[in-house]
């Protein structure tokens, strides 16, 4: 059974940082293709960066340059680093895993920006 636990939201001050995690069980890591994503209050849900084990990390324009993707094969985790957060960054951030052609989702972990 696929799972994917998400970590490490929380609230913080405009151009602060936080780290997401995501601990993925049940899927041949090195087989995924590995994202996150976000929800804003009344808006769509939207790819922040995405990244397989053969291609360069994909970003949205929003985040390039302040977000980070990566992940820790031998734990199977897959991290966010994000830096120099701004208000408009205030989501619901989803970690997505697609394996053997299926969508995976995390439950989602709350990112607040705000002074």
């Known amino acids: 059974q696929v799972q994917l636990v998400e970590s490490g939201g929380g609230v913080v001050q405009p151009g602060g940082s936080l780290r997401l995690s995501c601990a993925v069980t049940?899927?041949?890591?090195?087989?995924?293709?590995m994202g996150w994503h976000r929800q804003a209050p009344g808006k769509e849900r939207e790819l922040v960066a995405s990244?397989?084990?053969?291609?360069?990390?994909r970003y949205a324009d929003s985040v390039k340059g302040r977000f980070t993707i990566s992940t820790y094969t031998a734990k199977k985790i897959v991290y966010l680093q994000m830096d120099n957060l701004r208000p408009e960054d205030t989501a619901v951030y989803y970690c997505?895993?697609?394996?053997?052609?299926?969508?995976?989702w995390g439950q989602g972990t709350q990112v607040t920006v705000s002074s």
């Open positions: 990244m397989t084990r053969d291609s360069s990390p």
């Open positions: 997505n895993v697609i394996y053997l052609g299926r969508n995976y």
């Open positions: 049940g899927t041949n890591f090195a087989r995924n293709v």
